[in-house]
């Protein structure tokens, strides 16, 4: 994320139809479907999900990468536990849900793995020589004059360049669309949980959320201090 430009994109910004800004609609319509479950916060959170993607490729991946990354870990954590406890229930709603994320995630982690990353860096040459000289001076305590000498070397400039990656966009649209079954079926889970008695609404409506807000924010925190997070 730190190369910002190459001159090749032929803009600092992707454009309003691009394929990654319209596909991170879906979790748009998983906060609109959080707001029909009156589960405020997974829509606080699924909001913020489809903003930071949005502004994030918008950007050309080039900014707000913890803004995204946050809300978006935020969204696994909680796909992960609703999976937990549907595989608790002995019941067809808890084996039905359990196996078709089990099933379905692998999918959603392959489109992950393959878009790879946004761009590839080229190191180029510009041509360019330039030369450093430095001076060096020695006295003799047994005369009053000095001598000096004079040393240069030379190196070329090198610039670094941004490539977009066209398959990035391909995989990663397509990323954005499995992943975006994972809040709808969270809430619609988180849902059902509270309707059978398996948690209270509470647990449902804020506990979890609010937990997989803090692990994402602490996570993405522990990952800028150590310096793997943004990953270059």
Request: hydrophobic share 40%; aromatic share 16%.
């Amino acid at each position: 994320s730190k190369y910002r430009h190459e001159s090749a994109m032929g803009s600092l910004y992707r454009k309003g139809n691009d394929a990654l800004i319209l596909t991170s609609a879906v979790y748009l319509i998983a906060c609109l479907y959080a707001v029909m479950k009156n589960q405020f916060e997974m829509a606080f959170i699924c909001g913020n999900t489809w903003l930071g993607s949005t502004i994030y490729h918008y950007n050309w991946e080039s900014m707000y990468f913890n803004f995204d990354n946050v809300f978006a870990m935020s969204l696994a954590i909680v796909y992960g536990s609703t999976l937990w406890l549907s595989f608790g229930l002995n019941n067809e709603i808890g084996a039905v849900y359990f196996w078709s994320g089990i099933l379905g995630s692998p999918v959603a982690l392959f489109l992950l793995y393959y878009c790879g990353m946004p761009a590839t860096i080229i190191m180029t040459s510009e041509g360019v020589t330039t030369s450093i000289s430095s001076s060096t001076s020695s006295s003799s305590s047994s005369s009053s004059s000095s001598s000096s000498s004079t040393s240069s070397s030379s190196f070329s400039l090198c610039s670094c360049i941004r490539m977009n990656r066209p398959e990035y966009d391909t995989y990663h649209s397509l990323w954005h669309i499995a992943s975006g079954f994972g809040p709808l079926m969270s809430i619609w889970y988180l849902d059902q949980s509270i309707a059978m008695g398996q948690i209270t609404s509470f647990t449902a409506y804020y506990v979890i959320p609010s937990v997989a807000i803090m692990i994402g924010i602490i996570v993405n925190m522990f990952g800028n201090y150590c310096g793997v997070l943004p990953v270059d």
